[in-house]
């Protein structure tokens, strides 16, 4: 029972036969999905997934179960686990509870934000690095093809060009990768400082 209950709540009832439909506690897998922070939408798939069994799900203790699993959801270190890990809330927290768990959510998903600056500032300069590592060597094979024995006076002067755009191409790109990492370190010094101050907060 316990197996197919968790398989439940994972599946949303998807493949849940007859039997399992009458043998399911609803007022645990309210309780499981109050403590995930789920809506009470997702009920509306246990239902419609148990009544092709011909089973009728019973809202009122999932609903009991439901509202006993959101007073453990909606805690404060909850929120900011949630937030911290970029998940979303949705509002289903009781007046009384969720002003604390938005507060604590409000400062996790803050956290969420500068790692994620700090993060999209090193996949911006590993791209770009990229981007010049591809024009130098285009750079090099041009030249190689320059100095050949093999190439005309129309192949040089076309070669010639073609190097006059690349060197621009490679000091535009090491300007931006230089603005890049002068970003990243001021997104840097922001994570550290709120790291320190969040960290005060004891969640």
Known sequence: MCAALAMFVMSGCATMSGDECMATDWSAVGYEDGARGYTSERFSKYRKACAKQGVTANFTAYQAGREQGLVEYCQPGRGYSVGVNGGRYYGVCSVELEAGFVDA??????????????????????????????????????????????????????????????????????????????QRARYQVELDNYQVTVADYGY
Not at 123 to 137: G, M, P, T
Not at 155 to 182: M, N, P, V, Y
Request: proline share 0%; glycine share 2%; charged share 35%.
């Open 105 to 182: 959510y409000n400062d996790g998903y803050h956290l969420y934000t500068l790692r994620s600056n700090v993060n999209n500032a090193d996949s911006r300069i590993s791209a770009k690095q990229r981007e010049l590592d591809s024009v130098e060597d285009a750079m090099l094979h041009a030249e190689a093809a320059l100095i050949a024995k093999e190439t005309t006076t129309e192949q040089r002067i076309i070669l010639l060009a073609e190097l006059k755009d690349l060197s621009e191409d490679t000091g535009r790109l090491e300007a931006e990768i230089r603005d890049l990492h002068e």
